[in-house]
């Protein structure tokens, strides 16, 4: 079983809509969560990260963060054409302190 | 403040032949990463470099060395290229590392490709 895993989708979603990208992971230990975006051809950016269970809110993004039931997700309201990326999911491990990536969920968001 | 910077853009090698990746951060940044990645597979890390003067294996680093020659710069080396190594690598830095609770930057990759 991969440490982190995603649905490569594409998840295609209308002009406007919300969008929601999940993430599971198995590492129990694991302290700290991290989304990251990447347009086609370009370098990963990040977009949010989160610690603790519950929600954290930046703008049009929401991570949502379960850690008894093991996963991560990040919602993105008013989904707009630019949206359209690839985003990654990582998780830092406590235990070697390096992150680890999931292989990313596509999105693609149609006028 | 440029960031990473990774060069060279673009690299065509021929089985077997050598080559060196190199990066630099001006962020002052204690711990520098290298991954590469491929189509659906993410992001793997190959070398990282916690702090200057260290560097550790990471889930994918045979083929591969790394120099950690100062704080700004983080090389990698492929010493005999194999077509299995074609793909963009991506490095890295974060403030304090270990990716805990760091935010990584990223530079803008170097794809490689090996014939």
């Not at chain 1, 198995?26 to 370098?43: A, E, L, M, P």
Request: one cysteine or more.
């Amino acid at each position: 079983q991969k440490e982190v895993e995603q649905n490569s989708g594409p998840l295609s979603v209308p002009e406007g809509a919300i969008a929601s990208l999940n993430c599971t992971y198995s590492d129990r230990v694991s302290q700290s969560f991290f989304w990251y975006r990447q347009y086609s051809g370009k370098s990963p950016e990040l977009i949010m990260s989160i610690y603790s269970n519950g929600d954290k809110e930046d703008g049009r993004f929401t991570a949502q963060l379960n850690k008894a039931s093991q996963y991560v997700s990040l919602l993105i309201r008013d989904s707009q054409p630019s949206d359209s990326a690839t985003y990654l999911c990582a998780l830092g491990s406590s235990n070697t302190g390096k992150l680890i990536f999931g292989q990313g969920t596509t999105l693609q968001v149609k006028p | 403040n440029a960031g990473v910077t990774q060069t060279p853009k673009f690299q065509v090698l021929k089985t077997g032949q050598s080559m060196t990746l190199q990066c630099a951060q001006d962020m002052n940044h204690n711990s520098m990463y290298w991954y590469r990645q491929d189509p659906g597979m993410g992001l793997r890390l190959i070398y990282y470099s916690a702090s200057e003067g260290t560097t550790d294996k990471g889930e994918v680093p045979n083929g591969y060395n790394v120099s950690r020659l100062n704080k700004r710069e983080f090389s990698l080396r492929l010493e005999s290229a194999a077509p299995s190594q074609t793909s963009v690598y991506f490095c890295a830095s974060s403030e304090v590392g270990g990716g805990g609770t760091d935010t990584q930057y990223f530079g803008p990759g170097t794809r490689l490709t090996v014939l």
